[in-house]
């Protein structure tokens, strides 16, 4: 019932940026958590940073000082800043929100999007 597009990925060289959006839509009645997270081929999913609807944020410590995520409450959109790209940043990077969604029980959602693929290499 809530659909997460994420859009911004691609190739990048060393020490580049990028900037990702992740839009959210659906049967919303508010979000009060958007995040990144990322998966690098053969790994786990791990966390890159999360922001709630009143702008706290919290990164991983592999991406303090270089990646910086901000949000659009009125558009349920995130983004996410990356410079100084490395070659390990190389991953899917999946946009995520939990909320409640518009119904008379207000229920709790969790959702993800479908991933961009983001790659750092010259």
């Known amino acids: 019932q809530v659909q997460l597009v994420e859009s911004g990925g691609g190739l990048v060289q060393p020490g580049g940026s990028l900037r990702l959006s992740c839009a959210a839509s659906?049967?919303?009645?508010?979000?009060?958590?958007m995040g990144w997270y990322r998966q690098a081929h053969g790994k786990q999913r791990e966390l890159v940073a999360t922001?709630?609807?009143?702008?706290?944020?919290n990164y991983a410590d592999s991406m303090k000082g270089r990646f910086t995520i901000s949000r659009d409450n009125a558009k349920n959109t995130v983004y996410l800043q990356m410079n100084s790209l490395k070659p390990e940043d190389t991953a899917v990077y999946y946009c995520?929100?939990?909320?409640?969604?518009?119904?008379?029980?207000?229920?709790?959602?969790?959702?993800w999007g479908q991933g961009t693929q983001v790659t750092v290499s010259s």
């Open positions: 659906g049967n919303i009645f508010s979000i009060y958590m």
């Open positions: 995520n929100a939990q909320g409640l969604l518009a119904t008379m029980a207000k229920t709790g959602f969790t959702s």
């Open positions: 922001i709630t609807s009143g702008g706290s944020t």
